[in-house]
């Protein structure tokens, strides 16, 4: 079974946010077809987690219909520390 690595970093590519939202990217070496909903789930939770070091936070994810970046899947993600 080949082990699922991913790497959860800030954008590069900004967007007009309100300030306190942080705009991160959760990138995989596999494909979609690889990942449930809850393995994405908990990966950008630890993520976040690990940023914020509470869990006083809420947060969005999706995929980008058209990605910059098509040949590594990757996951826009937008969360706010309450």
Known sequence: ???KLHKFEVSRFKYKLNKKTFHYIMWYNCNKENLTDKEIDQDIRRGIYNLL???EYEYVWYENPKMTISDVYHLQVFFIKK
Request: aromatic share 0%.
């Open 53 to 55: 070091k509470t869990d």
């Open 1 to 3: 079974k080949d082990t």
